[in-house]
């Protein structure tokens, strides 16, 4: 079945740098790609969906970048802020699936001052 | 801002006693999925509806864990005999089509402790 990889586990970034996740998936045929965020306590907030071939989406401090060709996923945080800490997931809807999502294995995220 | 509602927020049982968690979709939110995210952040999906009927559910569901989503009432999922390893978040997301382009909306989880 699908694997979706996400790299890298942990990320710690000054405030006001950029911070970069990737994910890589196997199912050629994967069809909705979605990022994820997780801070303590909390369920998951959708940041963005992309389903596009070649994406990207611009949301509020981010970016995100869908390449099917190579299968990956990216997510971008242009300036990273403290409120950015959190846990991120990318995810993704394999052509075998349903409907059900398979999950990255998750960021780590720490923006400092 | 998702509004799936999941109740309660935490939950402690001992070994073998039964859990019960509920969830009320997004207004207008046919499909409903339950996930489960263990300590080490891994995803395992265990049954989604559509309105009422089960459209996936995978082995572990089928054994010792049931769901249901009658009208009008909210959205279940019970465990018959929980175990140390049931320990975990547990997920309820909506979502406002069956097709699959439609994106799951999460609640804040109810947070399982087996004791």
């Known amino acids: 079945g699908e694997q979706v990889e996400q790299r890298p586990p942990h990320l710690s970034v000054r405030e006001g740098d950029s911070a970069v996740i990737i994910c890589t998936y196997t199912d050629p045929n994967s069809y909705y790609f979605f990022w994820y965020k997780q801070e303590p306590g909390a369920g998951l907030q959708l940041l963005m969906k992309?389903?596009?071939?070649?994406e990207i989406n611009e949301g509020q401090g981010f970016t995100v970048l869908l390449n099917k060709k190579d299968k990956q996923l990216s997510l971008n945080l242009t300036a990273a802020h403290p409120g950015d800490s959190a846990v991120y997931f990318c995810?993704?809807?394999?052509?075998?699936?349903?409907?059900?999502?398979?999950f990255g294995q998750g960021t780590i995220l720490k923006v400092y001052l | 801002n998702s509004k799936v509602i999941q109740t309660p927020r935490y939950l402690v049982k001992g070994q073998g006693q039964k859990a019960k968690m509920r969830c009320i979709p997004e207004k207008g939110h046919p499909v409903v999925f339950w996930y489960q995210q263990n300590k080490n952040n891994e995803f395992k999906f265990l049954i989604n509806f559509q309105n009422q009927e089960v459209l996936q559910q995978i082995d572990m569901t089928e054994k010792r864990f049931s769901a249901e989503c009658p009208s009008n009432s909210p959205c279940s999922l019970e465990i018959q005999s929980s175990e140390a390893g049931d320990s975990a978040l547990y997920l309820c997301?909506?979502?406002?089509?069956?097709?699959?382009?439609?994106?799951?909306?999460f609640g804040p989880g109810t947070r399982l402790t087996v004791l």
């Open positions: 995810a993704v809807t394999p052509s075998s699936s349903g409907q059900k999502l398979v």
């Open positions: 997301a909506s979502s406002l089509l069956g097709g699959r382009y439609a994106e799951q909306f």
């Open positions: 992309v389903f596009s071939s070649t």
